[in-house]
């Protein structure tokens, strides 16, 4: 499933973030990279352990934990903490499929990316090109959302970043372990979801709002690990 979800950062926010970004320290974002990404990466980050990248991943975070499309949507059961890049002057990320399984620096977790998420920063008419590409069987999917916007994706999908050929752009991204593991299952679940959800606002007193929330729960019992 691909996903885009709107405003999860209001714009003046989104622009206070990139502006301590911008001033910050980067680092090249080979480091992060498996031996394959590395061949066709070029970016910088932020480095992971900077205390700038902990206190703005914190609050993304924050956020996410209110924002009812992103638990419905993702079903999070650990998020690896978020962290930030910057493309500028032809930089790029060539085809590749993120990492399985992430360790999440200093710590003994571990985190295996089903979904993957970039949340941009920039807005889109201050840079050229950029767009993520998002591959599936339907097609190639390019996307490139306002500041404060973030999309959805399966981490296994093959994606890639068309170069910035001018100005910058700036983005946090990050990888979610769901509860559910299928994209096949998560995306019916959220369907399903969606639908309850708009059947009890239109309709509060329909009487199959019960019956249908106990499908969608005997359904995430059945397929959910916690």
Do not use: C
């Amino acid at each position: 499933m691909l996903m885009e979800l709107p405003a999860v950062l209001p714009p003046d926010r989104a622009a206070a973030m990139r502006a301590r970004l911008e001033a910050a320290e980067w680092i090249d974002g080979r480091v992060t990279a498996g031996y394959q990404a590395q061949r066709v990466k070029t970016n910088q980050q932020m480095a992971e352990n900077h205390p700038l990248a902990r206190e703005l991943g914190d609050a993304i975070l924050a956020v996410l934990e209110r924002t009812p499309l992103f638990i419905s949507a993702a079903l999070p059961l650990k998020v690896y903490p978020p962290m930030f890049n910057r493309y500028q002057g032809g930089g790029r990320f060539g085809t590749h499929v993120d990492t399985a399984i992430r360790s999440v620096p200093g710590t003994p977790v571990r985190v295996r990316s089903d979904l993957s998420a970039t949340l941009f920063l920039t807005p889109p008419e201050e840079y050229e090109g950029g767009e993520l590409v998002v591959e599936d069987s339907y097609g190639a999917h390019a996307v490139k959302l306002p500041a404060g916007h973030m999309v959805l994706y399966p981490s296994g999908s093959l994606h890639d970043v068309r170069p910035v050929t001018q100005g910058a752009r700036i983005s946090a991204f990050f990888w979610i372990q769901s509860m559910v593991r299928d994209d096949a299952a998560r995306t019916m679940l959220f369907d399903l979801d969606t639908a309850i959800q708009s059947v009890a606002t239109d309709h509060p007193e329909h009487g199959s709002i019960i019956p249908l929330t106990g499908v969608y729960h005997n359904l995430l019992r059945r397929w959910a690990d916690t």
